[in-house]
Nanobody, 123 residues
Framework: QVQLEESGGGLVQAGGSLRLSCAAS????????MGWFRQDPGKEREFVAA????????SYGNSVKGRFTISRDNAKNTVYLQMLSLKTEDTAVYYC????????????????WGQGTQVTVSS
């Protein structure tokens, strides 16, 4: 069993920044790929970013490329999402996810989901 706990969400003005964290427990963290997804009410869940266990492979959704950065600290069993230049359209619940590969996460092949953390960007 794996538990993923997100933190760091909140309210921020457009143009601001936030850093999300996701702490994992219950499974060998360093052998898995990790990712972030987001979902706004009434919309489908959207792929945001993913990172391989060794951090040598990352992938981003088109809407966040150049603004968001995913990283991980295997010693702390934690993955991060640094979000810069936030826009109102970034408002969503952000979910941490664990899978076996970055390519799989892009295909929504997720083994475990976190509960989500709300990010609200005001104009």
């Amino acid at each position: 069993q794996v538990q993923l706990e997100e933190s760091g969400g909140g309210l921020v003005q457009a143009g601001g920044s936030l850093r999300l964290s996701c702490a994992a427990s219950g499974r060998t963290f360093s052998s898995t790929a990790m990712g972030w997804f987001r979902q706004d009410p009434g919309k489908e869940r959207e792929f945001v970013a993913a990172i391989s266990w060794s951090s040598d492979d990352t992938s981003y959704g088109n809407s966040v490329k150049g603004r968001f950065t995913i990283s991980r600290d295997n010693a702390k069993n934690t993955v991060y999402l640094q979000m810069l230049s936030l826009k109102t359209e970034d408002t969503a619940v952000y979910y941490c996810a664990q899978g076996t590969a970055v390519a799989g996460l892009r295909r929504y092949d997720v083994d475990y989901w976190g509960q989500g953390t709300q990010v609200t960007v005001s104009s």
